[in-house]
């Protein structure tokens, strides 16, 4: 049984950078069937994609964010991690880890979520 | 402004029928990207309704069904139950820039009456 846990801090200061990790346990992060991703969703709002990575390290970012998101894999410890540079209270939000299939499939696979808020 | 458009709420009595609309564009759905749907109840991560236009995972009831056809697509949801209410996102891919990316509807909130 695949399981996601993502973690990190829960509040992070304006300008600063946000940092999450999500760590896969169940599966391997180097299989080459699959896409790991990020998705947000600020308090009562919709879903947004951040950014997807291959287990080889090729990252695809949301072209809205991309001049702030990297996007990393660990294969040895079995996690991706995301980091979003200059955060504002605009980036306070229920963050998401999660896999899907190569080739457009769905997101199959989440984690349960983590609140990070942006407040000094 | 999502680049897939959902009405934000529908709603029906129970035991009956409702449609949820994804319009997209020629970028998109157009572009014979897949429509995938994905149902959030309170407090919880979005679980995979449904897969490839029209296909339900392992579990899912079949009260649920999808459909796509041009740039849009529809979840419709037959004998509603008070357990149905969530809030529901369709997804797809989208390729208008260098590279296709993931895109999301807005969100539909359903109110079982």
């Known amino acids: 049984q695949l399981q996601l846990q993502e973690s990190g801090p829960g509040l992070v200061k304006p300008s600063e950078t946000l940092s999450l990790t999500c760590t896969v346990s169940?599966?391997?992060?180097?299989?080459?069937?699959?896409?790991w991703g990020w998705i947000r969703q600020p308090p009562g709002k919709g879903l947004e994609w951040i950014g997807s990575?291959?287990?080889?390290?090729?990252?695809y970012y949301n072209p809205s964010l991309k001049s702030r998101v990297t996007i990393s894999v660990d294969t040895s410890k079995n996690q991706f991690s995301l980091k979003l540079s200059s955060v504002t209270a605009a980036d306070t939000a229920v963050y998401y880890c999660a896999r899907r299939g190569i080739a457009a499939r769905p997101w199959r696979d989440w984690g349960q979520g983590t609140l990070v808020t942006v407040s000094s | 402004q999502s680049v897939l458009t959902q009405p934000p709420s529908v709603s029906g009595a129970p035991g009956q029928r409702v449609t949820i609309s994804c319009t997209g564009s020629s970028s998109n759905i157009g572009a014979g990207y897949d429509v995938h749907w994905y149902q959030q109840l309170p407090g919880t991560a979005p679980k995979l309704l449904i897969y490839?236009?029209?296909n339900r995972p392992s579990g899912v009831p079949d009260r649920f069904s999808g459909s796509k056809s041009g740039t849009s697509a529809s979840l419709a949801i037959t004998g509603l139950q008070a357990e149905d209410e969530a809030d529901y996102y369709c997804?797809?891919?989208?390729?208008?820039?260098?590279?296709?990316?993931?895109?999301f509807g807005g969100g539909t909130k359903l109110t079982v009456l």
């Open positions: 169940g599966g391997s992060i180097s299989s080459s069937s699959y896409y």
């Open positions: 997804q797809s891919y989208d390729s208008s820039l260098s590279a296709s990316h993931v895109v």
């Open positions: 490839g236009n029209s």
């Open positions: 990575i291959y287990y080889s390290g090729s990252t």
